[in-house]
């Protein structure tokens, strides 16, 4: 872990705080109209970063939590949240990471070196896609195109506002929430959702 990671996971406490009290990355969306999606998602896969390709299909019957990460952010100190809500959960939730780069260059490491950062600092257990683009553009990963398409998911449209923005789907593949970095994944609604 860097100095500046050392720094940012010390102050990640106050970073959320500071937020809540601004408002600022701290939106909930609930598919409360309970849309199905037009295209299933299980019909996508995940590449994930140690060369394996999961297919969605595979999670059939299980909550599913879709997070963009990064190694070097305000919020990398979640990776620690997720993985207590992985072992909360997991019987009934998977979590997968997807690594970007999308935000001011904050993920800059290998597959191989996220790997290992996550694990060595954070204990991370719960699988990790390879790095790849999760803001809208042509080179945008395939299950991230799915989440923030509405003719896709059914109704949402909002693409990740920065590192660690978190989905959640129900265990029929529905979408059924969209939260903002700033939103704790042990946040109370988030529990709630799961639960």
Not at 147 to 175: A, C, H, V
């Amino acid at each position: 872990m860097t100095a500046r990671q050392k720094i940012l996971k010390f102050f990640y406490p106050l970073w959320v705080e500071f937020h809540k009290l601004t408002g600022k990355e701290t939106r909930i969306a609930l598919n409360t109209k309970q849309v199905t999606p037009p295209q299933p998602v299980y019909d996508l896969s995940v590449q994930l970063n140690n060369g394996n390709s999961l297919p969605l299909q595979s999670l059939k019957g299980r909550k599913i939590l879709f997070v963009n990460t990064a190694s070097d952010c305000g919020y990398t100190g979640q990776y620690d949240e997720l993985q207590q809500l992985y072992q909360r959960f997991q019987d009934q939730l998977t979590i997968i990471g997807f690594p970007a780069n999308d935000f001011k260059e904050q993920e800059k490491g290998s597959d191989e070196e996220i790997a290992q950062f996550c694990r060595l600092n954070y204990g991370v257990t719960f699988p990790l896609a390879k790095k790849s683009r999760v803001i809208p553009a042509a080179d945008q990963n395939d299950i991230f195109k799915w989440l923030t398409d509405k003719n896709r998911n059914g109704w949402n449209t909002q693409p990740p506002t920065w590192n660690f923005s978190k989905y959640l789907l129900n265990e029929n593949g529905m979408l059924i929430g969209y939260f903002d970095p700033s939103v704790s994944p042990l946040n109370e609604e988030m529990l709630k959702a799961i639960e």
